[in-house]
């Protein structure tokens, strides 16, 4: 072998065989992940509804069982969560079947030649509130959430006047 001198310093910058550097990619924004249809996703991950009855069922059980008050609090809390959850998801669920419906009848009417008409956001919001309505009714809870709302309004309203001290 070749003898080196120890005198000669080591180059600063040594040749390394470089290293691919590897790429972390976020499927929620790829486009290698597919587009984002929540049709789709729930019906491919349906099977987690059974298991968040199950755990809700569980919670109930152990909400039942418990004697401290902390512990007590938190299961509460988890529970309350849990139905909250599954709340919106069902509201979310009408809402698209909603649109899904007021398109099917759109199809429809261009079938049949006519134009077709797309309703505003503020119509849409007046059939969600009518909608919401004819559900109180027929639940019978009607009454007092019109009740509450009267009272939320006039606060406001009360708010909104100026105070007896200032006149």
């Given at each position: 072998?070749?003898?080196?001198?120890?005198?000669?310093?080591?180059?600063?910058?040594?040749?390394?065989?470089?290293?691919?550097?590897?790429?972390?990619?976020?499927?929620?924004?790829?486009?290698?992940?597919?587009?984002?249809?929540?049709?789709?996703?729930?019906?491919?991950?349906?099977?987690?509804?059974?298991?968040?009855?199950?755990?809700k069922e569980m919670v109930?059980?152990?909400?039942?069982?418990?004697?401290?008050?902390?512990?007590?609090?938190?299961?509460?809390?988890?529970?309350?969560?849990?139905?909250?959850?599954?709340?919106?998801?069902?509201?979310?669920?009408?809402?698209?079947?909603?649109?899904?419906?007021?398109?099917?009848?759109?199809?429809?009417?261009?079938?049949?030649?006519?134009?077709?008409?797309?309703?505003?956001?503020?119509?849409?919001?007046?059939?969600?509130?009518?909608?919401?309505?004819?559900?109180?009714?027929?639940?019978?809870?009607?009454?007092?959430?019109?009740?509450?709302?009267?009272?939320?309004?006039?606060?406001?309203?009360?708010?909104?006047?100026?105070?007896?001290?200032?006149?």
């Amino acid at each position: 072998p070749l003898e080196m001198s120890a005198k000669k310093p080591v180059p600063f910058l040594r040749q390394v065989v470089s290293v691919r550097k590897k790429v972390q990619r976020d499927p929620r924004f790829d486009d290698l992940s597919g587009e984002y249809k929540p049709e789709i996703f729930m019906k491919t991950y349906s099977f987690l509804n059974s298991i968040k009855k199950q755990e809700k069922e569980m919670v109930q059980k152990q909400l039942k069982k418990c004697r401290n008050m902390e512990q007590k609090e938190k299961l509460q809390q988890l529970l309350n969560r849990m139905t909250q959850q599954e709340q919106a998801q069902e509201k979310q669920q009408k809402l698209r079947e909603r649109e899904l419906s007021l398109k099917r009848q759109q199809r429809e009417l261009a079938k049949q030649g006519k134009k077709p008409f797309f309703l505003k956001k503020s119509e849409k919001r007046k059939l969600e509130l009518a909608e919401k309505y004819a559900e109180l009714k027929r639940s019978g809870k009607l009454e007092s959430f019109l009740n509450k709302k009267r009272k939320r309004n006039a606060i406001k309203d009360k708010r909104r006047l100026p105070s007896q001290k200032n006149l």
